[in-house]
């Protein structure tokens, strides 16, 4: 993400090692509850920094799934709710599973921007899948956007629960050689019925 990117991501691979060394590996996943922390405040990374995280590692109740997922400190940039934020690099995944009710439909609202520390590409492109399956796609353009005025847009889709946990994950396409790329905050998932304003956007 930045040029600390080198020594704070050798710092993480050490407590990676250090908590394998202490058998995290065999840890009881968490137990699955109703979708929280959408706006990623827990756990905290140092301000004004970020902290990566990688496959396997958890940002409290979401997981990384695939590639670099940087997790904001608070005064690093705007954040569109809270403190935090994450930074999707390159090509990267993070996901949470949930309790739903099947046949019950689901508003997910999330807010997009993209790091404006590198403008190549400008274009920050991902997708947010659900159980696997694409159902949105989105592109943020960073030309002119600063870490003072990051220019959030909101998005919104809905989906229909067939079980009685489902996985929402925001995955980035911008390509395997850029440094950063889809910046996502302030997520809420809840059944239509209990957030009237999501159901009226």
Known sequence: MF??????????????LTGFGAGS??????????????SFEYPRAPANLFTPYFPGQDIGPWSVTLGAVDLIGAG??????GDQSI?????????????????TTYT????????PTNADPAVKTGKVLVDG??????SFDVTG????????????????????????????????????GPVIDNVCIEPRSSCPSCAAG
Do not use: C
């Open 3 to 16: 040029s600390l990117r080198i020594a704070t991501a050798a710092t993480a691979a050490i407590t990676l």
């Open 25 to 38: 590996a065999t840890a009881a996943p968490p137990p699955v509850s109703r979708f929280h922390d959408g």
């Open 76 to 81: 690093t940039w705007q954040a569109a709710e």
């Open 87 to 103: 930074d999707l690099n390159g090509v990267s995944a993070v996901s949470q599973t949930f309790t739903t009710t099947p046949g």
């Open 108 to 115: 997910v609202t999330y807010s997009l921007a993209g790091n």
């Open 133 to 138: 399956q694409d159902f949105q796609s989105f």
């Open 145 to 180: 956007k600063t870490y003072a005025a990051m220019g959030y847009v909101n998005r919104r889709f809905t989906f229909v629960a067939n079980a009685a946990t489902t996985t929402v994950a925001f995955v980035s396409t911008t390509g395997p050689t850029a440094a950063n």
